[in-house]
């Protein structure tokens, strides 16, 4: 080897290893910028959100009042912070922002107002912030509240349910902040007649206590409902109303009480209906479809008691509605006394067509060279045979 080729030999290792410490020191810059930036993050920069106090409780309040509370929103970061949404969890809750953009180490104010009117008891309301804070995107607010009502009837519903010919009794007692001044009347009652309404009071300790008794026997099977008025004497709310529902319930139990198709699927266009009886002599002498494209046949189940009803779906609908015109009755004609026919409904429901629609030869035109699953191209299409 010559002196002269030693020499270049020696220049190029001594450039390889120049580049190479230069890179090395280029991508060491890069992963110290990278990691100060993650660590900046993390330190606060950028638009961080406070809420000082996100919980208020209003306490006990009175039905009907509405009550206010304003919340203090502090931004600890290093740029603006931008409230850009505020919702409530119910529409009784209103709120209000002061401003929509704080500036660092700045506060702002959002005012909540909770209207009270038609409830009672424990309740509890959110209010969310929607901002441009990456780690706090959502900050939720909360209010609470103990309701006490001025006058209401508990329970607010009376349901009555009993069998046929048995007799049923249910008290509705008048509660609230003002229900010691009340001196209650009836008034006009709507619906079903066979319910018997009268007051009623009842004694604890020395505290008298009034109320509305609900009387009810079940000469029919079938249900009902209806309101009675009740007037209070008390000025601020002279007048209630109270709703009854009534069940009479007879021999026959049917399960499901309606029957609920799927034109998509097999398996959703047959269905089947049970019907057991408290009678040991139960017999199903047909099932008739009054109404809708549908299919019935009575038969014995394999074990247990009773009978099965298969019904079947039997055609399709309009192609422009297509589950338009699929509804219908079926008609349940049994030796039971007390019902020996009954109606089940039929109803078609349209579930969510989950298959995706295989794209158009357009789309496949438009897009040849897209990626397959695995990351790599379609392969090439086949050259046309010659002619």
């Known amino acids: 080897m010559t002196k002269r080729n030693l020499i270049r030999k020696i220049g190029v290792v001594l450039g390889v290893s120049t580049l190479v410490l230069v890179g090395g020191c280029t ?38 009042e509405t009550v206010k509370h304003t919340f203090v929103i502090k931004n600890t970061g290093t740029s603006p912070l931008v409230i850009e949404r505020v919702r409530s969890s119910c529409g009784c ?77 249910m008290d509705a007692w008048l509660t609230g902040k003002l229900a010691k001044d009340a001196k209650l009347t009836l008034g006009e009652v709507t619906g079903d007649t066979g319910v018997k309404i009268a007051l009623t009071e009842r004694k604890e300790g020395e505290e008298s206590h009034v109320g ?23 000025e601020s709310m002279p007048e209630l109303t109270l709703r009854f529902d009534t069940t009479v319930m007879g021999n026959l139990q049917l399960r499901p009480r309606a029957l609920y198709f799927d034109t998509q699927s097999p398996q959703g266009k047959e269905r089947v209906l049970n019907i057991t009886s408290k009678r040991d002599d139960l017999k199903v002498t047909a099932a008739r479809v009054v109404e809708g494209p549908y299919e019935a046949k009575v ?3 394999e074990t247990g008691p009773g009978f099965e009803v298969h019904v079947t779906l039997k055609a399709a609908g309009d192609k422009e509605s297509p589950d338009a015109n699929l509804n219908g009755k079926l008609e349940i004609v049994s030796n039971d006394p007390l019902e020996p026919k009954m109606e089940v409904p039929l109803h078609v429901r349209r579930m969510p067509n989950l298959i995706r629609p295989r794209p158009s030869l357009s789309m496949q035109r438009e897009f040849p060279r897209r990626l397959n699953i695995m990351g790599n191209p379609p392969e090439k299409p086949e050259a046309p045979p010659a002619q």
């Not at 002061?98 to 424990?122: D, H, I, Q």
């Not at 706090?136 to 329970?155: V, Y």
């Not at 509305?212 to 008390?234: A, E, L, M, P």
């Open 212 to 234: 509305v008794r609900f009387t009810f026997k079940g000469t029919k099977v079938g249900r009902g409902n209806g309101t009675v008025s009740v007037k209070t004497g008390v």
């Open 27 to 64: 991508q060491k810059k890069k992963d110290s910028a990278t990691e100060g930036a993650s660590s900046a993050e993390v330190s606060g920069q950028g638009p961080r959100i406070e809420l000082v106090d996100p919980v208020h409780d209003f306490g006990t309040v009175t039905e009907g």
């Open 299 to 301: 038969t014995k189940p």
């Open 93 to 169: 809750t209103a709120a209000v922002t002061k401003e929509s953009e704080v500036g660092p180490g700045k506060t702002t104010e959002v005012e909540v107002s909770f209207n009270t009117r038609g409830r009672m008891g424990p309740n509890s309301k959110t209010i969310t912030l929607q901002t441009n804070d990456k780690n706090t995107p959502s900050a939720k607010l909360e209010i609470k509240a103990m309701i006490e009502q001025l006058l209401a009837f508990q329970p607010s519903i009376v349901r009555l349910a009993v069998g046929h010919n048995e007799e049923q009794t």
